[in-house]
């Protein structure tokens, strides 16, 4: 009779730093899949992923390996054993590893050996390397278990296999990425069909501060079909048969995410994540009638429910009737509360304090600003005295550049549009008033007026202010910043792709001047390949240009 496994893949959400609740959510799993043989969890399940640094204190440790040892001992029952994700001590460090817990002890342990060391990763700054992986023997079948980026390469993939590995299972902790889930599949498939293995690839799913993970379980045979596939997002619990000669066993294939869709689930998950495990009760941001508000408010609604998003409105003396009737009607659209806070008493005062030392000086960016951080202080007035989270609403084009006020519309908690850029904006938002999201809260159909959308950008600090008076218009500003920004490509290279030099050399300039200000941003979620953040690690000062 041919071998078979009955494989569990637990698609979770662990939450970082609480072990016991990771724990029992991993005895639920276990309690819900009877007719498994065997629990696959995420990478690192028990602690969560990314650790950081929290991985090097000992308390963490030790409570860790204590959880393991209550995991262990649950599977003295006979039912299905489990593969969970640790931290874990040998003589040559803390490695992150994986434990086969079964018969009521930990019955191996297998180190992940290719720390990843670049972008948001920097395993090795607080993990150590373990040796290439054996296979693991398990109920007549061996397990190859290659970590997360044991798989981007060929090596210990193939090593498992010439060890006697009969399936590969890939436990991971990888983060979301636009354009990411399709490399997953062609590297799982080309590992499966170097290896003649069935591989099965399980991520996990959630929010943790900058990151989110998208989910998107999926099981491939050698000849590159795909057998199974778990939804983005979701968690989930799926039973996997994997047989001799035959691999995995076709199940069901949810479908992924459209290009807005998975965008805006990104935005979604991280908000509804950090909210919550933050145990905020809600959040307060800054309704001005813009399409960058709007948006927000959108995704705040759809994460977290209208009841839990309140909405203000400033107004100035600049502040236009258009403006007002957009935030009331975005308001409208999304079911939240809307207070209107006028902040023409504290600009007033504020002018006034200062006219002795302004005096004989026109009015200029200072008094521009001081509107804008006077609304912040407002705001924060509010979370301060309820406890809701301000939640910015700067995007990736105006945090680029500094067309943003540091200590003004900048401050907050959390920015669900720090990493989209303005075109990306106006693309979400049509399609938001088009469609509604799988997981959303919020109302079907519109979620703000259609001219939010179609009027011109302005920050409205001052009489007839449009963003075109000091940007590019936004379809020539985005291209030139992802170049500068995700292709790391000088204004040289930019140039010669159709750009006016002029316009290439002064967005260049913003981009480098205005690295103080972000480094003083909130969080906010990672969608592109470089966020500010994590992934883009540049110095404050810095003398050098490309044009």
Request: aromatic content about 6%; overall charge negative.
């Amino acid at each position: 009779m041919s071998r078979a496994l009955v494989i569990a893949c637990h698609q979770s959400n662990p939450a970082m730093g609480d072990l016991r609740a990771n724990a029992d959510a991993i005895l639920a799993a276990r309690r819900a899949a009877p007719g498994a043989d065997l629990l696959l969890t995420p990478e690192l399940s028990l602690i969560g992923y990314p650790p950081e640094d929290l991985v090097l204190k000992p308390a963490l440790v030790a409570a860790a390996e204590a959880e393991l040892a209550r995991l262990a001992a649950a599977t003295a029952d006979g039912g299905p054993a489990l593969l969970v994700g640790t931290a874990w001590r040998s003589e040559a460090g803390l490695h992150n590893a994986f434990a086969l817990l079964d018969e009521g002890r930990v019955k191996a342990i297998t180190a992940k050996h290719d720390l990843p060391n670049y972008g948001v990763f920097d395993e090795k700054r607080v993990f150590v390397a373990g040796p290439l992986p054996e296979p693991m023997a398990f109920r007549g079948v061996r397990l190859g278990l290659p970590i997360c980026e044991d798989m981007w390469t060929p090596a210990v993939c193939a090593h498992l296999a010439a060890r006697g590995a009969d399936l590969l299972l890939v436990p991971n902790g990888s983060p979301y990425e636009l354009g990411k889930e399709p490399r997953r599949l062609d590297l799982a498939r080309a590992r499966a069909a170097e290896t003649g293995r069935a591989l099965l690839y399980l991520n996990r799913t959630g929010g943790q501060d900058e990151l989110v993970f998208d989910g998107g379980s999926f099981a491939v045979n050698p000849g590159g079909d795909l057998a199974l596939r778990l939804p983005d997002w979701d968690e989930a619990l799926t039973l996997a048969r994997w047989e001799e000669g035959r691999g995995f066993v076709a199940g069901a294939l949810d479908q992924p995410d459209t290009y807005e869709e998975e965008i805006y689930h990104a935005m979604l998950v991280a908000l509804r994540d950090y909210v919550g495990r933050n145990r905020f009760p809600g959040v307060v941001l800054g309704l001005s009638g813009g399409i960058d508000s709007a948006l927000s408010a959108a995704v705040a609604v759809d994460a977290l429910g209208a009841e839990r998003v309140w909405c203000v409105m400033l107004p100035s003396r600049f502040t236009s009737r258009a403006s007002l009737e957009d935030a009331e009607g975005c308001a409208r659209l999304l079911g939240v509360r809307l207070d209107t806070i006028p902040i023409e008493p504290a600009v007033e005062a504020m002018e006034s304090m200062l006219a002795p030392v302004f005096a004989g000086r026109p009015r200029d960016l200072a008094e521009e600003n001081a509107q804008s951080r006077l609304r912040m202080v407002t705001l924060m007035g509010l979370s301060n005295k309820f406890g809701h989270m301000l939640l910015t609403t700067g995007n990736k084009s105006e945090m680029s550049v500094g067309y943003a006020t540091i200590y003004g519309d900048m401050a907050g908690g959390y920015n669900v549009l720090k990493d989209a850029y303005k075109t990306t904006v106006f693309r979400l938002s049509r399609w938001r008033n088009l469609a509604r999201p799988r997981l959303g809260l919020g109302p079907d159909g519109p979620v703000m007026p259609e001219r939010v959308i179609s009027k011109p950008p302005t920050a409205e600090l001052r009489e007839n202010q449009k963003d075109e008076d000091s940007l590019p218009p936004y379809d020539v500003l985005d291209p030139i910043l992802h170049a500068l920004v995700e292709e790391e490509r000088s204004a040289a290279d930019i140039v010669a792709a159709g750009f006016d030099a002029a316009t290439v050399a002064r967005i260049e300039r913003l981009l480098y001047t205005a690295e103080y200000k972000r480094r003083q941003a909130p969080p906010g979620v990672k969608i592109g390949p470089r966020n500010f953040g994590r992934d883009r690690r540049y110095p404050i000062t810095n003398a050098f240009r490309t044009g």
